[in-house]
């Protein structure tokens, strides 16, 4: 029996599905029941009535399904696989954090711990950080743990920021440099980046989009697209447009931690049940608070 056919078995068995975000490898985006960015899975793994959530991703993403669903197993087939950038703020220092600005909101990417996320008033994407932004009754926010993403909201609210100062080790390395290079190698395309990447970068960029904000993008235009974000994104764009040429913006935008996931990590996590995440009830309450206003607020406009 194939591997894939293996994992299509057991998830029967087992009454799971599995969902995969736009960064997986190829070969997991395609057994994937869902894949997506960070709000639509959230989003769909409200939705799901499966007994077993698979989550292929990171492991702050398996940790906010695990939120939102206390009564699923969620299960991480790679809990070593981390976020840096959700490791670059603890709940000890944003409640330090919290103090230096009395009276601001605060805003949390959902690239962070849940322990992070319970400190926070409400939780945002890269696709609606504006809008939960906008949203909010304060004048000042504070804004965790992207760096980044927080100076992109900023250009489009009156609020003041406080931003974090974390990054995405994998965007933050794409430079102004590597935009212009890849716009002489492919005269005509745009170029697409995602928010997590460095204010030059963002403003050599045709267009900003979350990951699901560039698939909607490619369906508008005929134009090749230089894409600005971890490279996985562009096994989904060539499938959905085929035909078309993508190029990633330089051969190093690969987050190595998104990688860890495998076909036999998958197969080995449903025949073995592993490993299932859970979250002390007094952290999960207060994380799923900010995630379901976040949700109640919509998907952004990008
Ligand atoms: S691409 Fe960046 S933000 Fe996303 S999981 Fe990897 S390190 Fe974290």
């Known amino acids: 029996m194939s591997i894939i056919d293996e994992i299509f078995k057991l998830k029967k068995e087992r009454d799971a599905v599995i969902l995969a975000h736009n960064y997986q490898r190829g070969e997991v985006q395609d057994i994937a029941d869902y894949t997506g960015d960070s709000l639509g899975l959230s989003q769909k ?28 197993t969620v299960l991480n087939p790679k809990p070593e696989a981390k976020c840096p950038m959700a490791e670059m703020i603890t709940a000890d220092a944003l409640r330090a954090f919290k103090k230096e600005h009395p009276g601001a909101a605060t805003v949390c990417y959902v690239n962070s711990s849940a322990a992070v996320k319970a400190e926070s008033d409400i939780c945002c994407t890269s696709s609606n950080s504006i809008k939960v932004v906008n949203s909010l009754e304060q004048d000042e926010v504070i804004f965790v743990p992207d760096y980044n993403l927080a100076m992109y909201t900023q250009r489009f609210t009156a609020k003041k920021i ?61 134009k090749d697209l230089i894409i600005g974000t971890e490279v996985g994104i562009i096994h989904r764009l060539k499938k959905e447009n085929p035909g078309r040429n993508f190029y990633p913006v330089s051969g190093y935008v690969v987050c190595p931690n998104m990688k860890m996931i495998t076909l036999e990590t998958v197969r080995d996590s449903l ?12 952290i999960r309450i207060k994380a799923k608070n900010a995630l379901d206003k976040m949700l109640a607020a919509g998907r952004g406009e990008k």
């Open 45 to 72: 793994a409200v939705d799901i009535e499966a007994k077993v959530i698979v989550f292929c991703g990171v492991d702050f993403m398996a940790e906010s399904a695990a939120v939102l669903n206390p009564d699923k």
């Open 271 to 282: 025949r073995d049940m592993r490993t299932p995440i859970s979250v002390p009830e007094d």
């Open 162 to 222: 406080y931003p974090w100062n974390g990054f995405c080790p994998t965007h933050h390395q794409i430079t102004a440099g590597d935009v212009l290079v890849s716009r002489m190698e492919h005269p005509g395309a745009e170029v697409v980046v995602h928010p997590e990447c460095r204010q030059e970068v963002i403003d050599l960029a045709d267009g900003v989009y979350s990951t699901d904000g560039m698939l909607k993008y490619a369906k508008t235009t005929d």
